[in-house]
């Protein structure tokens, strides 16, 4: 073989091998794309992240980054809110995700929230577009870049964030009547006697009237016990908190309720009371209720 001809195959093996890389790359890039990701900031510092990625049904699995390797309460659901098997790499989330074609991430991290004083800050490394919620009444009072879309019609802050390095601080409003002036003088604006006074009252007439409508309009708790004699230790406990909270609760409310559970573990158990029709779930905003049914 002479020269030249060694050169042309060497060319043509070269660009067969560019031509081969470029098609994996782009197929990997192609088995999924995330629709959403919503950050939910709650007054502890805790966030709530949930990703909406929709995927190639013939594809085994894929990877996910996480926003911090320090996560918990991890659960990965198909399009039939069925669970799906992971692993956890460090700060990637592997999902095993064959026959599925949507899939809906959710984990709870204190890992991008840090508390200086009275001011809260969140740090996000964002990969994709991103909706960040922040703690009801809280005012932004720094940003390093300037958000796509700011949304105050809700009850929560409402940030929209393009992809990069985010820096958010925020405070969030005193609970104490007390304020000093610029003096350093004691500003009280309600005398706290009369604050203590108002505030036994209306707790006493909100106790007196939830229980007035339980009595009038409360599901029977006895009466489904008694329908339903198989039900777990658990199942009854969160029937009774529900009872407890006027026949309605969050799912938040109910793993505030119930620490210890795991999160899979109370999906399960709400839709299995589901199944049995003692319970319904109904989306309000970005959260589930769960209501007793009468």
Known sequence: MNTLDFKTAFAFM??????????????????????SVDIIVYRDGLAHVTQTVTVDELTPEITLPLFSSSIENVIALDEAELPIDYEINEEDLTIFTLGAESIIVEYDTIALTSKEAEVWTLVTNNLYTSSVFLPQNSTVIYLNMMPTAIDTSGTRLKLSLYPGQWEISYVLPLTSTDQTDDNGGSNTT???????????????????????????????????????????KEDKEVIEFLSEKGGQAFEAEIRERFPDMPRTSLWRLVRRLERLEIVEVKKIGLENQVQLKK
């Open 14 to 35: 070269a660009v067969t091998a560019l031509l081969t890389f470029a098609s994996a790359t782009g197929n990997a890039q192609s088995l999924f794309d995330v629709e």
């Open 190 to 232: 309600i005398p706290i006697d009369y604050l203590i006074g108002t505030t036994i009252t209306l707790v006493a007439v909100v106790f007196l009237t939830i229980l007035i409508i339980r009595r009038r309009k409360g599901p029977n708790v006895k009466k489904t016990m008694k329908a339903h004699p198989h039900l777990k």
